[in-house]
């Protein structure tokens, strides 16, 4: 069983970046893919990011690569997501994720946090 708790969401202009932290609870926190997911009022949730246990290997939203940055911190059971040059259409909750393997599909992620929300404003 992983918990995963969300933080860093907030209220940004346009252009500016939000550091976004998970903390996961359990031991076995390095065993898992981590992914972060977003979901926009009315709309699906879309894949953002995911990164392999071991942080070797990482994967970005096609629209997203080049501002948004995961990384992760197994001593200390976290995963981040820097987001720069922020736009309003990223305003969305952020959730984060963790899978057995990596993948860009909500369904392909077995624990869940419960969102942070990130607004952007123009």
């Known amino acids: 069983q992983v918990q995963l708790v969300e933080s860093g969401g907030g209220l940004v202009q346009a252009g500016g970046s939000l550091r976004l932290s998970c903390a996961a609870s359990?031991?076995?926190?390095?065993?898992?893919?981590m992914g972060w997911f977003r979901q926009a009022p009315g709309k699906e949730r879309k894949f953002v990011a995911a990164?392999?246990?071991?942080?070797?290997?990482?994967a970005y939203a096609d629209s997203l690569k080049g501002r948004f940055t995961i990384s992760r911190d197994n001593a200390n059971n976290t995963v981040y997501l820097q987001m720069n040059s922020l736009k309003p259409e990223d305003t969305a909750v952020y959730y984060c994720?963790?899978?057995?393997?990596?993948?860009?599909?909500?369904?392909?992620?077995?624990?869940w946090g419960q969102g942070t929300q990130v607004t952007v404003s123009s």
């Open positions: 990164i392999s246990w071991s942080g070797g290997a990482t």
């Open positions: 994720a963790a899978a057995r393997v990596p993948g860009t599909l909500p369904h392909e992620y077995d624990y």
């Open positions: 359990g031991r076995t926190f390095s065993s898992y893919a």
